[in-house]
């Protein structure tokens, strides 16, 4: 992998959820470089898209533009198509998608000369890449995308260099709160030349050191990090505006070395999407109600959320697990009891019952409860640790009940042996007789 490409002349983003009376507004972009009609050619004014250099009026004339898709798997007849024949050390000038109008960023992050709408906690990303030599190395084929506010402000970063055994995905977050910044290279690894979905997902909190970022590719989760935020906060680069920034666009970005001989060739995109959106601002379990709550027997677990979102609030993960929740914060678990759908779900509240019979009795389990509008991403999870009690048989209903062994099924109470329980029977019939409301 080459580690030149890196960031020249940084610029940067990433998310989780916050508590927040705002209302949500979901928000999403969709393109397929078809309609509503792109033409071949510079994307520049099209559709909302800016690409100042392609089209003359930035730092250089970039090799950015709709073109024929070649009859690539998935992808329609027409795709964005970028190489890194040209480049330059600019931001405003490179491609730009169309925007969102509801941006994502915490409470103090910046806009800039944009319009931020109704800010958001979460921001997802997706498009299909494809070499467009799919049988042949593009030697020094180089292209990064980052979630952006529209001028190079990035909040985050993956890259596709195109090496001898393929397309090598890297991911940069930056770690610590060090001047200057950390910049921390992840090799995601390398994938044939031919059509992969990538999906980035952040998810943004208030506060430095605690921000979000999923990379998905084909469709399973690679990588999570967290985003550029602390860069803007404490690298002296960033003085300037020493906050986050806002994302409600992407930059498709050709910079560092040029590689003349990708001219008229380098990646393909198509099926693009953006998203912001307020991630469920609330997940409470409502039984069992505290942590350390004993129970038994058929249990009833409940629980509600509200989103702040009528979209697609109809999917929910759970799972009940042996031990304590101590180690819930980032996996599923193996099931003991049941990981599903629930039985009961109406969009805000939740049920399902489980059986603890044959639990082992007096250990703790772990309850957790995942409601989201895309359950693969696990971003939002509570929990509730709960001990089993063995459930309560008895006491006997009369003596035939004691005989053939009948006696060493009770716990409620327990009895020696079958004597004992009858005359436990016995004792309480007296006691009923002699009840003076008889």
């Not at 470089?33 to 510079?42: A, D, I, Q």
């Not at 931001?91 to 800010?119: C, H, Q, R, W």
């Not at 610590?176 to 992969?196: C, E, I, K, Q, W």
């Not at 690679?222 to 860069?231: A, L, M, P, Q």
Request: with cysteine.
């Amino acid at each position: 992998m080459n580690i030149k490409k890196f960031l020249v002349g940084f610029s940067a983003s990433a998310i989780l959820m916050v508590s927040t009376a705002i209302p949500a507004l979901a928000d999403s972009v969709s393109v397929d470089f078809e309609n509503p009609p792109y033409t071949l050619g510079v994307i520049n004014g099209q559709d909302g898209w800016s690409s100042l250099g392609a089209a003359g009026s930035g730092c250089a004339v970039y090799d950015h533009e709709v073109d024929n898709s070649l009859s690539t798997t998935g992808f329609g007849l027409q795709s964005l198509r970028i190489s890194n024949a040209v480049t330059s050390g600019c931001f405003g000038d490179m491609t730009f998608t169309k925007p969102l109008i509801n941006s994502v960023g915490e409470a103090d992050a910046t806009a800039g000369t944009f319009s931020a709408g109704t800010k958001q906690t979460h921001f997802e990303m997706q498009f299909d890449i494809a070499s467009a030599v799919p049988g042949a190395q593009q030697p020094g084929l180089f292209m990064s995308v980052s979630p952006d506010r529209g001028d190079g402000s990035r909040m985050s970063y993956v890259g596709f260099d195109d090496v001898a055994g393929g397309i090598d995905i890297i991911f940069y977050d930056v770690q610590g709160t060090s001047n200057p910044a950390s910049f921390v290279l992840t090799d995601l690894g390398t994938y044939s030349r031919t059509p992969h979905t990538i999906k980035l997902v952040m998810d943004v909190v208030d506060g430095p050191s605690n921000d979000v970022v999923k990379v998905y590719i084909d469709g399973t989760l690679v990588h999570t990090g967290t985003s550029w935020e602390n860069y803007y906060r404490y690298d002296s680069e960033a003085s300037a505006e020493q906050s986050p920034r806002i994302v409600k666009s992407a930059i498709f970005r050709t910079g560092g070395g040029a590689a003349p001989g990708t001219a008229g060739n380098g990646y393909l995109i198509d099926n693009l999407s953006l998203l912001s959106s307020q991630y469920p601002t609330s997940g409470l379990i409502t039984n069992p109600a505290a942590n350390g709550d004993h129970v038994s027997g058929i249990v009833n677990l409940t629980a509600t959320y509200d989103d702040g979102d009528a979209v697609n609030d109809d999917a929910v993960q759970w799972a009940v697990r042996h031990g304590t929740c101590a180690a819930a914060t980032n996996t599923e678990f193996g099931n003991v009891d049941g990981h599903s759908d629930p039985s009961t779900w109406d969009g805000s509240s939740f049920s399902a019952s489980i059986d603890t019979t044959g639990l082992v009795y007096g250990d703790s389990y772990c309850f957790v409860f995942n409601p989201t509008d895309d359950p693969g991403q696990n971003n939002v999870r509570e929990t509730r640790t709960f001990i089993v009690d063995e459930p309560f048989i008895g006491p006997p209903a009369d003596k035939n009940e004691c005989k053939n062994g009948g006696w060493e099924t009770f716990n409620n109470p327990e009895f020696k042996n079958q004597g004992d329980c009858v005359s436990y029977v016995q004792s309480n019939e007296n006691a009923e007789g002699n009840r003076k409301d008889n």
